[in-house]
């Protein structure tokens, strides 16, 4: 499987898993009976959740106590295998039993809306939003594998900028050269700033607050961009913020931007280009 074939994968989990995070009355169980179908019915992530849970003997009622007269309880174990395949063998026997509904199982539980679809996607958040983020960090580890193993046949890859507009350069040695004008070529690093600026409400695990300052940094370095006249100490002050930025969460950067078009490079390079740029 290709990185495209990856990536037309995860986005077509995300969309059903979305689908029945955000289930109503009327179409909970035809959401989750299409998720069960996709997730099965696909060799890669059938093979992650198998590979995840093999051997682990747990019983999903001890998980999810439905058996009980009064409300029912939910106590996830602390071990992430038996947690998973309770959260699976749920699904199938919410999927399986015909006597059994997503409403049905929703309303065991004590909630505190009194609106079914609430409590409905709160239950589901509840009983299957674990599943759903294994299988989503997993197809995005798939993509990191895909790419470095892509970056070690391919051999390195050189970036070499040329600093004035009539320069040339040339470099010996295997790999890929790539060459770039940096001197005056604004329009580029304004697009890569854009794309950069749509990616950040995907990015998972790093608090708002992170996400606003470097949003802020990025959108001074685009106005000071676009100005007759850019401000290179301007530029500089907002690069320190994205350069910690991008040191302090490169980790979940790799991991949450591996499933879009954002990759860790297009940082990296804007960093590089706006250097070149103030120098």
Same mark, same amino acid.
């Given at each position: 499987?290709?990185?495209?074939?990856?990536? &037309?994968?995860? $986005?077509?989990?995300?969309?059903?898993?979305?689908?029945?995070?955000?289930?109503?009355?009327?179409? %909970?169980?035809?959401? $989750?009976?299409?998720?069960?179908?996709?997730?099965?019915?696909?060799?890669?992530?059938? !093979?992650?959740?198998?590979? &995840?849970?093999? !051997?682990?003997? +747990?019983? *999903?009622?001890?998980?999810?106590?439905? @058996?009980?007269?009064?409300?029912?309880?939910?106590? =996830? =174990?602390?071990?992430?295998?038996?947690?998973?395949?309770?959260? +699976?063998?749920?699904?199938? *026997?919410?999927?399986?039993?015909?006597?059994?509904?997503?409403?049905? /199982? %929703?309303?065991? +539980?004590?909630?505190?809306?009194? &609106?079914?679809?609430?409590?409905? /996607?709160?239950?589901?958040?509840?009983?299957?939003? =674990?599943?759903?983020?294994?299988?989503?960090?997993?197809?995005?580890?798939?993509?990191?594998? +895909?790419?470095?193993?892509?970056?070690?046949?391919? #051999?390195?890859?050189?970036? /070499?900028?040329?600093?004035?507009?009539?320069?040339? %350069?040339?470099?010996?040695?295997? @790999?890929?050269?790539?060459?770039?004008?940096?001197?005056?070529?604004?329009?580029?690093?304004?697009?890569?700033?854009?794309?950069?600026?749509?990616?950040?409400?995907?990015?998972? #695990?790093?608090?708002?607050?992170?996400?606003?300052?470097?949003?802020?940094?990025?959108?001074?370095? /685009?106005?000071? $961009?676009?100005?007759?006249? =850019?401000?290179?100490?301007?530029? !500089?002050?907002?690069?320190?913020?994205?350069?910690?930025?991008?040191?302090?969460?490169?980790?979940?950067? %790799?991991?949450?931007?591996?499933? !879009?078009?954002?990759?860790?490079?297009?940082?990296?390079?804007? $960093?590089?280009?706006?250097?070149?740029?103030?120098?």
């Amino acid at each position: 499987m290709n990185r495209l074939e990856l990536r &037309k994968l995860s $986005l077509e989990f995300r969309r059903l898993s979305s689908n029945l995070l955000n289930s109503t009355d009327d179409t %909970a169980d035809i959401n $989750l009976s299409r998720f069960l179908k996709f997730i099965d019915g696909n060799e890669l992530i059938s !093979g992650l959740i198998k590979d &995840k849970i093999l !051997g682990v003997d +747990y019983d *999903f009622k001890k998980c999810f106590e439905i @058996g009980c007269s009064g409300w029912a309880d939910f106590n =996830p =174990p602390e071990d992430e295998e038996c947690h998973i395949k309770a959260l +699976y063998d749920y699904l199938l *026997f919410i999927n399986n039993d015909d006597k059994v509904s997503v409403r049905g /199982q %929703a309303m065991r +539980y004590c909630w505190s809306s009194r &609106k079914i679809n609430d409590n409905i /996607q709160s239950f589901l958040d509840m009983a299957f939003k =674990p599943l759903i983020d294994f299988i989503n960090d997993q197809l995005s580890m798939e993509m990191i594998v +895909y790419d470095e193993e892509t970056k070690t046949m391919s #051999g390195n890859t050189y970036i /070499q900028n040329i600093e004035t507009v009539n320069g040339s %350069a040339s470099q010996q040695n295997s @790999g890929v050269i790539n060459t770039c004008n940096t001197t005056n070529d604004t329009s580029s690093m304004i697009t890569l700033i854009e794309k950069l600026l749509a990616s950040l409400p995907e990015i998972q #695990g790093v608090d708002l607050q992170e996400i606003e300052n470097v949003k802020d940094d990025l959108e001074m370095v /685009q106005e000071q $961009l676009k100005s007759a006249v =850019p401000k290179k100490n301007r530029i !500089g002050k907002a690069l320190v913020g994205i350069k910690k930025f991008a040191g302090d969460f490169s980790m979940k950067l %790799a991991v949450t931007l591996a499933a !879009g078009a954002v990759t860790k490079t297009d940082w990296s390079l804007l $960093l590089q280009q706006l250097e070149n740029f103030i120098k």
